[in-house]
């Protein structure tokens, strides 16, 4: 099989829930994570279809518990598991114009 991945991956020791409104909710472990979204283990994997959007809020000692759900796609479903990735979200997190403004000197 042939490497499709951009980013590195980092296993961890998390558990994810993953909520959808219709569906209701589920509890996997993240088998690892990168930058582009997460392998999700130990789960019903023939309750999800490709493309499905969902909620998922990281769960676990060193994560911060006050950080909302993330918007995240299946992409692949395996026996062993499910892939999400992150899913863009329709407005910007943050202003970048705001955020030169405030890192420029006031003397400049």
Request: hydrophobic content about 35%.
């Amino acid at each position: 099989m042939e490497e499709n991945r951009k980013y590195p991956r980092v296993r961890t020791g998390y558990q994810v829930r993953l909520t959808h409104r219709q569906h209701g909710y589920w509890v996997g472990s993240v088998a690892n994570m990168s930058e582009g979204g997460i392998f999700v283990a130990e789960l019903r994997t023939s309750e999800f279809t490709l493309g499905l959007e969902i909620d998922a809020a990281i769960l676990g000692e060193g994560w911060d518990k006050g950080l909302p759900a993330l918007r995240m796609k299946v992409i692949r479903i395996e026996e062993k598991g499910i892939a999400l990735a992150f899913v863009e979200p329709d407005y910007p997190l943050w202003d970048s114009g705001k955020l030169s403004e405030s890192t420029q000197s006031p003397n400049q």
